[in-house]
């Protein structure tokens, strides 16, 4: 079990951090980290996620209710963090409002894309 914890804090230890001016180079590099690190994150970012939890009148996410949507929504959100790792401390605020990994692909792209 040890064994595991350790190769988990290696991988997002090795998360490669944007760096603004570097934005394509990034972008190749964490699709292919996801990619490594759990294939079905990237079509989430890529795709979205119709079943990660719909959004109801109230504004909030309804919870899970079979095993597939727990597991959709796991995935959803681990793809969300690791996103959310690899920006730079001083642009976290910007980001903070996106609610899924898809979201917050979209908008690092809109973001950065021109500052290459």
């Keep these: ?53 719909k959004i109801g009148a109230d504004g909030k996410r309804t919870p899970p209710k079979t095993d597939a949507e727990r597991k959709t929504r796991q995935t959803e959100m681990k793809a969300l963090s690791t996103l959310l790792l690899a920006i730079p401390n001083e642009y976290q605020h910007q980001f903070c409002n996106c609610t899924d990994a898809q979201m917050l692909w979209n908008a690092l792209e809109k973001r950065f894309s021109g500052s290459s």
């Design 1 to 53: 079990m040890e064994n595991t914890a350790e190769s988990n804090s290696t991988l997002v230890s090795k998360v490669p951090m944007l760096r603004p001016n570097e934005f394509d180079m990034w972008k190749i590099k964490i699709k292919q980290y996801i990619l490594l690190t759990d294939y079905s994150m990237w079509d989430i970012i890529e795709i979205g996620s119709s079943e990660a939890g």
